[in-house]
Protein backbone atom coordinates (compact mmCIF):
# COMPACT_ATOMS: atom_id res chain seq x y z
CA UNK A 1 0.00 0.00 0.00
CA UNK A 2 1.15 3.60 -0.72
CA UNK A 3 2.20 5.89 2.09
CA UNK A 4 3.33 9.55 2.53
CA UNK A 5 5.14 10.47 5.24
CA UNK A 6 5.98 14.58 5.56
CA UNK A 7 8.70 15.02 8.53
CA UNK A 8 7.64 17.39 11.48
CA UNK A 9 4.21 17.93 12.12
CA UNK A 10 5.19 21.93 13.13
CA UNK A 11 7.66 23.68 11.34
CA UNK A 12 8.48 27.52 12.20
CA UNK A 13 10.00 30.04 10.46
CA UNK A 14 10.73 33.72 10.46
CA UNK A 15 9.60 36.09 8.30
CA UNK A 16 11.51 36.21 4.96
CA UNK A 17 13.16 32.97 5.89
CA UNK A 18 13.14 30.09 3.77
CA UNK A 19 10.49 27.39 3.99
CA UNK A 20 11.26 23.69 3.27
CA UNK A 21 8.40 21.40 4.08
CA UNK A 22 9.31 17.58 3.44
CA UNK A 23 7.14 14.83 1.67
CA UNK A 24 8.39 11.38 1.10
CA UNK A 25 6.01 8.88 -0.63
CA UNK A 26 6.58 5.07 -0.89
CA UNK A 27 5.72 3.63 -4.76
CA UNK A 28 6.98 1.64 -7.02
CA UNK A 29 6.40 3.47 -9.53
CA UNK A 30 6.14 6.95 -10.77
CA UNK A 31 3.33 8.72 -8.98
CA UNK A 32 1.00 11.73 -9.47
CA UNK A 33 2.02 14.06 -5.98
CA UNK A 34 0.28 17.03 -4.90
CA UNK A 35 0.52 19.82 -2.10
CA UNK A 36 -2.80 21.07 -0.59
CA UNK A 37 -2.54 23.88 1.55
CA UNK A 38 -5.25 24.27 3.87
CA UNK A 39 -5.80 28.11 5.67
CA UNK A 40 -8.03 27.87 9.50
CA UNK A 41 -11.57 26.68 8.99
CA UNK A 42 -11.42 25.87 5.36
CA UNK A 43 -11.48 23.38 2.91
CA UNK A 44 -8.06 22.29 1.13
CA UNK A 45 -6.86 23.98 -1.89
CA UNK A 46 -4.41 22.98 -4.41
CA UNK A 47 -0.98 24.39 -4.12
CA UNK A 48 0.47 22.39 -7.19
CA UNK A 49 1.04 19.17 -8.75
CA UNK A 50 3.73 16.81 -10.18
CA UNK A 51 2.39 14.79 -13.08
CA UNK A 52 6.14 13.53 -14.65
CA UNK A 53 6.45 16.64 -17.21
CA UNK A 54 8.73 18.29 -15.29
CA UNK A 55 10.20 17.53 -11.95
CA UNK A 56 10.53 20.86 -10.66
CA UNK A 57 7.08 22.32 -10.45
CA UNK A 58 5.79 25.56 -9.58
CA UNK A 59 2.16 26.29 -8.12
CA UNK A 60 0.57 28.73 -6.35
CA UNK A 61 1.80 32.37 -4.11
CA UNK A 62 5.65 31.28 -4.74
CA UNK A 63 5.55 27.78 -4.20
CA UNK A 64 7.65 24.76 -5.74
CA UNK A 65 8.54 21.36 -5.30
CA UNK A 66 11.05 19.18 -6.53
CA UNK A 67 10.36 15.50 -7.82
CA UNK A 68 13.15 13.13 -7.08
CA UNK A 69 12.93 10.03 -8.00
CA UNK A 70 15.95 8.30 -6.30
CA UNK A 71 15.10 9.71 -2.94
CA UNK A 72 11.46 9.26 -3.48
CA UNK A 73 10.62 12.98 -2.37
CA UNK A 74 8.62 15.78 -3.07
CA UNK A 75 9.54 18.68 -0.90
CA UNK A 76 7.57 21.94 -1.08
CA UNK A 77 9.80 25.08 -0.62
CA UNK A 78 9.17 28.70 -0.83
CA UNK A 79 12.23 31.47 -1.00
CA UNK A 80 11.18 33.75 1.53
CA UNK A 81 8.23 33.09 3.74
CA UNK A 82 5.02 36.03 4.20
CA UNK A 83 2.93 35.95 7.25
CA UNK A 84 -0.13 34.69 4.75
CA UNK A 85 1.45 31.46 4.33
CA UNK A 86 0.98 30.37 7.86
CA UNK A 87 -1.45 27.35 7.27
CA UNK A 88 -1.46 23.61 7.22
CA UNK A 89 0.06 21.67 4.05
CA UNK A 90 -0.79 18.53 2.87
CA UNK A 91 1.21 16.16 0.76
CA UNK A 92 -0.62 13.63 -1.22
CA UNK A 93 -0.05 10.97 -3.62
CA UNK A 94 -2.29 9.43 -6.52
CA UNK A 95 -1.37 6.07 -8.13
CA UNK A 96 -1.73 5.34 -11.96
CA UNK A 97 -3.39 1.84 -12.93
CA UNK A 98 -6.85 0.83 -13.14
CA UNK A 99 -8.80 2.01 -9.61
CA UNK A 100 -6.58 4.09 -9.38
CA UNK A 101 -8.98 7.48 -8.20
CA UNK A 102 -7.90 7.67 -4.65
CA UNK A 103 -5.18 10.30 -3.11
CA UNK A 104 -3.39 8.84 -0.13
CA UNK A 105 -2.47 11.93 2.45
CA UNK A 106 0.02 12.59 4.46
CA UNK A 107 -0.08 13.35 8.37
CA UNK A 108 0.18 17.25 7.65
CA UNK A 109 2.38 19.56 8.19
CA UNK A 110 1.47 23.35 10.14
CA UNK A 111 3.16 25.93 9.16
CA UNK A 112 4.09 29.01 11.42
CA UNK A 113 5.68 32.07 10.61
CA UNK A 114 7.15 34.31 12.84
CA UNK A 115 7.39 37.96 12.21
CA UNK B 1 -19.74 28.07 -10.21
CA UNK B 2 -19.63 27.59 -6.55
CA UNK B 3 -17.76 24.75 -6.83
CA UNK B 4 -17.95 22.24 -4.09
CA UNK B 5 -20.52 22.57 -0.97
CA UNK B 6 -21.13 21.23 1.94
CA UNK B 7 -24.30 21.15 3.96
CA UNK B 8 -24.32 21.57 7.10
CA UNK B 9 -21.64 23.31 8.27
CA UNK B 10 -21.78 22.59 11.74
CA UNK B 11 -23.83 19.84 13.24
CA UNK B 12 -24.15 18.24 17.23
CA UNK B 13 -25.38 15.24 17.80
CA UNK B 14 -26.29 12.72 20.48
CA UNK B 15 -25.23 9.57 20.59
CA UNK B 16 -27.23 7.24 18.34
CA UNK B 17 -28.60 9.82 16.49
CA UNK B 18 -28.48 9.78 12.86
CA UNK B 19 -27.81 12.40 9.96
CA UNK B 20 -27.24 12.49 6.52
CA UNK B 21 -24.65 14.94 5.85
CA UNK B 22 -25.18 16.50 2.14
CA UNK B 23 -22.25 17.23 -0.82
CA UNK B 24 -23.45 18.84 -3.93
CA UNK B 25 -20.77 20.14 -7.33
CA UNK B 26 -21.75 21.98 -10.12
CA UNK B 27 -18.47 21.20 -12.25
CA UNK B 28 -19.71 18.04 -13.90
CA UNK B 29 -17.49 15.72 -12.01
CA UNK B 30 -17.63 11.92 -12.47
CA UNK B 31 -15.57 11.15 -9.07
CA UNK B 32 -16.60 11.87 -5.48
CA UNK B 33 -15.06 11.68 -2.31
CA UNK B 34 -15.87 11.82 1.43
CA UNK B 35 -13.01 12.08 4.05
CA UNK B 36 -12.58 13.21 7.48
CA UNK B 37 -9.85 14.79 9.05
CA UNK B 38 -8.37 14.04 12.47
CA UNK B 39 -5.92 15.88 14.64
CA UNK B 40 -1.98 14.54 13.48
CA UNK B 41 -4.05 12.00 11.05
CA UNK B 42 -4.70 13.77 7.93
CA UNK B 43 -7.56 13.08 5.67
CA UNK B 44 -8.81 9.82 5.53
CA UNK B 45 -10.94 8.29 2.98
CA UNK B 46 -14.35 6.88 4.20
CA UNK B 47 -16.42 6.19 0.96
CA UNK B 48 -16.31 7.46 -2.78
CA UNK B 49 -18.36 6.93 -5.96
CA UNK B 50 -16.90 6.83 -9.69
CA UNK B 51 -20.27 7.89 -10.98
CA UNK B 52 -23.87 8.32 -10.86
CA UNK B 53 -25.42 5.35 -8.82
CA UNK B 54 -21.65 3.26 -7.75
CA UNK B 55 -20.46 3.96 -4.50
CA UNK B 56 -17.06 2.32 -2.89
CA UNK B 57 -15.45 2.08 0.24
CA UNK B 58 -12.34 3.99 1.97
CA UNK B 59 -10.03 3.71 4.13
CA UNK B 60 -12.36 4.33 6.79
CA UNK B 61 -16.19 3.03 6.14
CA UNK B 62 -17.16 1.57 8.85
CA UNK B 63 -20.33 3.35 10.79
CA UNK B 64 -20.73 5.55 7.69
CA UNK B 65 -22.62 4.87 4.45
CA UNK B 66 -23.39 6.76 0.85
CA UNK B 67 -25.76 7.21 -1.84
CA UNK B 68 -24.75 8.89 -5.23
CA UNK B 69 -28.25 8.74 -6.49
CA UNK B 70 -27.79 12.08 -8.52
CA UNK B 71 -24.08 12.83 -10.42
CA UNK B 72 -23.88 15.84 -8.95
CA UNK B 73 -24.81 15.12 -5.26
CA UNK B 74 -23.00 12.77 -2.78
CA UNK B 75 -24.33 11.63 0.28
CA UNK B 76 -23.18 10.57 3.63
CA UNK B 77 -25.42 9.04 6.25
CA UNK B 78 -24.58 8.24 10.02
CA UNK B 79 -27.19 5.59 10.95
CA UNK B 80 -25.84 5.90 14.74
CA UNK B 81 -23.34 8.63 15.60
CA UNK B 82 -21.06 7.86 18.07
CA UNK B 83 -18.16 9.63 19.94
CA UNK B 84 -15.54 8.42 17.58
CA UNK B 85 -16.77 9.94 14.42
CA UNK B 86 -16.52 13.93 16.11
CA UNK B 87 -14.96 14.96 13.03
CA UNK B 88 -14.53 17.73 10.53
CA UNK B 89 -16.04 15.83 7.18
CA UNK B 90 -14.80 16.89 4.05
CA UNK B 91 -16.27 16.21 0.25
CA UNK B 92 -13.99 16.39 -2.88
CA UNK B 93 -15.04 15.46 -6.38
CA UNK B 94 -12.37 15.50 -9.22
CA UNK B 95 -13.53 15.23 -13.38
CA UNK B 96 -12.07 11.13 -14.76
CA UNK B 97 -8.67 10.70 -15.88
CA UNK B 98 -5.59 11.89 -15.70
CA UNK B 99 -3.66 13.71 -12.60
CA UNK B 100 -6.96 15.98 -11.93
CA UNK B 101 -6.84 17.01 -8.68
CA UNK B 102 -9.48 16.76 -6.47
CA UNK B 103 -11.87 20.24 -5.46
CA UNK B 104 -12.47 20.29 -1.90
CA UNK B 105 -15.64 21.95 -0.37
CA UNK B 106 -15.12 23.62 3.02
CA UNK B 107 -16.35 20.85 5.89
CA UNK B 108 -19.06 19.86 8.33
CA UNK B 109 -17.61 20.16 11.86
CA UNK B 110 -19.28 17.45 13.53
CA UNK B 111 -19.89 16.76 17.37
CA UNK B 112 -21.01 13.76 19.04
CA UNK B 113 -21.88 13.92 22.95
Known amino acids: AQSVTQLGSHVSVSEGALVLLRCNYS??????LFWYVQYPNQGLQLLLK??????LVKGINGFEAEFKKSETSFHLTKPSAHMSDAAEYFC?????????????FGKGTKLSVIP | NAGVTQTPKFRVLKTGQSMTLLCAQD?????MYWYRQDPGMGLRLIHY???????AKGEVPDGYNVSRLKKQNFLLGLESAAPSQTSVYFC????????????FGPGTRLTVL
Open chain 1, 92 to 104: AVRHLGAGSYQLT
Open chain 2, 27 to 31: MNHEY
Open chain 2, 49 to 55: SVGEGTT
Open chain 1, 50 to 55: YTSAAT
Open chain 1, 27 to 32: SSVPPY
Open chain 2, 92 to 103: ASNPSGGANEQF
